[in-house]
């Protein structure tokens, strides 16, 4: 079946610790993005990629970093610059510029 | 900077009424489109519109958009218990990938 998978479910992450989070499609899609979700909130965009080995900042970059070397893949590195990173991390893709975009089943970040 | 809002933020509703989600953005846009989520779940695509006057309807949903307005309309006809989720609506930028998402409305229908 094809879709995005997102791993692990929840994760923990110790004080001065990079995470990264994983992302995979297999809808042959040229866009991918990440956001991320604060309880009671709607989503923000952290970073997205038209293609690959291109990508841009969104508009909470600020302490996190992304790489695009494949087309079916666009991991998360949630850093420590990045102090309050507990939230809810949803990875989605589309086919094309504009296309509606399609959510894997989200990664649950917690601080320990 | 595009700006989205939705009210209300908080719905609730009785089984068998009918009700309206708004959502209203502050520019010019070529897209817009609404999203169910269930509580811990991810986003779930419903609909997507893309010209003024645009209606799309699902079952016991239907959306509308009215881009002289800046606005779009989630309605929900005699509501049924599923349909208990928070509700996105989400607006496209000209000219590029970035899509700004309202807060959400919680719905949650009483039987």
């Known amino acids: 079946d094809g879709g995005i998978t997102q791993s692990p479910k929840y994760l923990f992450r110790k004080e001065g610790q990079n995470v990264t989070l994983s992302c995979e499609q297999n809808l042959n899609h040229d866009a991918m993005y990440w956001y991320r979700q604060d309880p009671g909130q709607g989503l923000r965009l952290i970073y997205y990629?038209?293609?690959?080995?291109?990508?841009q900042k969104g508009d909470i970059a600020e302490g996190y970093s992304v790489s695009r070397e494949k087309k079916e893949s666009f991991p998360l590195t949630v850093t420590s610059a990045q102090k309050n990173p507990t939230a809810f991390y949803l990875c989605?893709?589309?086919?094309?510029?504009?296309?509606?975009?399609?959510f894997g089943p989200g990664t649950r970040l917690l601080v320990l | 900077e595009l700006k989205v809002e939705q009210n209300p933020l908080f719905l609730s509703m009785q089984e068998g009424k009918n009700y309206t989600i708004y959502c209203n953005y502050s520019t010019t846009s070529d897209r817009l489109y609404w999203y169910r989520q269930d509580p811990g779940k991810s986003l779930e695509s419903l609909f997507v519109l893309l010209s003024n006057g645009a209606v799309k309807q699902e079952g016991r949903l239907m959306a509308s958009l009215d881009t002289k307005a800046r606005l779009s309309t989630l309605h929900i006809t005699a509501a049924v218990h599923d349909l208990s989720a928070t509700y996105f609506c989400?607006?496209?930028?000209?000219?590029?990938?970035?899509?700004?998402f309202g807060t959400g409305t919680r719905l949650t229908i009483i039987p």
């Open positions: 990629s038209q293609i690959v080995n291109d990508f």
């Open positions: 989400a607006v496209g930028n000209f000219g590029n990938e970035k899509l700004t």
């Open positions: 989605a893709s589309s086919g094309q510029i504009q296309e509606t975009q399609y």
